[in-house]
């Protein structure tokens, strides 16, 4: 028998209706209003021809629109691939196409980027959907664990990204085991300026769901209203990357976090140390983390009495899920002992859309291989070394070096290029690229970072190019990124 749970929204709307489910723009929307504005677009979204089953890609900002329009796909049971809106157009046909999706969702501000290029979709932007008629529906009573709500897309290490499979089962248990980590109060209240095509932010949304919580909703990141709003709604929770926590610490200057505050989530790669140093000082309570869009958001996580004792860790998995670090032949390694994070648990995707091989490389007897290189401590806390071998983390984005080398190789006057990941004392990391050009083309690097900028999304272009001869490869042609490495440190350290 399948295990199922009632419609989140529909059954959080019955329970507490009159709480507090989302804060935007200064406007508070309660769980019954929210199922309601939430019903009348599933039903408009029925007009269009979406269903149960039907794949329904998404392209939205952080509005409150945006979260009516997710919760009503839901609660039709589509299949929704939530687009990433930094993307180029490129980029965003080719996830679309690859998805197979019959539909588009967008918005004006954002539809310039599709209409004009899709062929197969139809799309339509909220502002005209929202004045469709509605029809008759019958939204899903349960949902049914096992089965697929939303596919977001990961970049992979050796070419064009892959859909990630998420289900009801792995969101449910994201936030179950999210609870039983930080606790959960009546008195929460989530502050979301993350995106919410990233499984940081949706996730945000279906804790609110599943836990009644209150979510304060921020079009992007602007830190004096994520201060100022902190104190004015009793935000307790508000998840981070360390470029926003390094922001807000450097805005507070002097002053203090409300003692109702009691948690920054932090994602998206480790913190510098001189950082958590001034948050313990100013008593902001940094929560360290460890996940992917694999994981339906955090795995394991770092709580603030480790955060010096254990510092630089990722803490320890979460209730549900087990961490282990293996070899090459896939033996686990005993502790201290370096090798490849291997995860396991209810919140771990099933694999990836239209990609039968690529998810048997990379689930293997029930552990998800993630790619991620590091170890566990004597105590069992995990320690990440490398993200994935290269992937460069650029204000709590994932860039891989691959797609930004495909993107260079397309150029006719490239004939070989390497990206690797700098340090930047504002993003954390930067890509920078080595090029191997034809002789006698005039070339610049400005022509080549212009050329990038149409290809790829802003913070994968790479912000330095350098020219030379010849890239170091290996007997079987693999690039030897790490000399590249050594050679920025050696050579290229002045430029």
């Known amino acids: 028998m399948e295990l199922q749970i009632p419609n989140w929204l529909e059954k959080r709307a019955e329970i507490t209706p009159k709480r507090t489910a989302l804060i935007f723009e200064n406007q508070s929307y309660t769980f019954e209003q929210i199922f309601q504005l939430s019903s009348k677009v599933a039903r408009q979204l029925t007009m269009m021809g979406i269903k149960k089953g039907t794949m329904t890609a998404v392209l939205l900002s952080n509005h409150v629109d945006s979260v009516v329009i997710l919760y009503a796909l839901q609660m039709l049971g589509s299949k929704t691939v939530i687009l990433n809106n930094r993307l180029t157009l490129e980029e965003l046909k080719w996830q679309i196409d690859d998805s197979r999706a019959s539909y588009v969702v967008t918005e004006k501000d954002l539809s310039f980027k599709l209409k004009s290029e899709l062929i197969d979709q139809q799309v339509v932007e909220k502002e005209v959907l929202f004045l469709l008629p509605e029809g008759e529906v019958k939204l899903q009573a349960d949902y049914d664990l096992n089965e697929i709500t939303t596919i977001m897309y990961t970049s992979g290490t050796t070419g064009k990204p892959k859909g990630v499979i998420q289900t009801y089962g792995n969101h449910w248990w994201s936030a179950t085991a999210s609870a039983l980590n930080l606790g959960l109060s009546e008195e929460d209240c989530w502050l979301c300026s993350v995106p919410i095509f990233h499984i940081s932010g949706y996730s945000i949304l279906m804790r609110s769901l599943i836990y009644g919580m209150p979510v304060v909703l921020h079009k992007g990141f602007d830190v004096e209203k994520v201060l100022e709003e902190i104190h004015i709604h009793r935000v307790t929770i508000m998840s981070v990357v360390s470029t926003m926590l390094l922001r807000i610490n450097e805005e507070l200057g002097e002053k203090n976090l409300p003692s109702s505050f009691r948690c920054m989530l932090l994602g998206g790669g480790p913190a510098p140390i001189s950082l958590l140093q001034s948050c313990k000082s100013k008593g902001i309570p940094v929560f360290q983390s460890y996940g992917m869009t694999e994981t339906a958001s955090q795995f394991a996580t770092l709580s603030p009495e480790y955060s010096f004792t254990k510092l630089g860790s990722a803490g320890k998995p979460l209730f549900p899920n087990q961490i282990k670090v293996v070899d090459e032949n896939k033996q686990e390694l005993p502790r201290t002992r370096e090798g490849e994070i291997i995860v396991k648990g209810p919140n771990v995707t ?124 290996n007997a079987s042609k693999k690039l030897l990124r790490r000399e590249l490495r050594t050679w920025v440190e050696k050579e290229y350290r002045t430029k």
């Open 350 to 473: 099933i694999g990836y859309l239209h990609r039968e091989d690529a998810t048997k490389k990379a689930i293997y007897d029930g552990w998800l291989h993630t790619g991620d290189i590091g170890y566990l401590d004597e105590e069992g806390f995990l320690y990440v070394l490398d993200r994935r071998a290269d992937l460069i983390i650029s204000g709590g984005e994932n860039v891989y070096p691959a797609e930004i080398e495909g993107a260079l190789l397309s150029h006719p006057n490239v004939l070989d290029a390497g990206v690797i990941g700098v340090k930047d004392e504002i993003w954390g990391q930067i890509p920078i690229a080595f090029i191997v050009k034809r002789e006698n083309t005039p070339t610049t690097e400005k022509d080549f970072i212009d050329y990038c900028q149409q290809k790829l999304a802003k913070y994968k272009v790479p912000k330095t190019v350098y020219f030379i001869k010849e890239l170091p490869r």
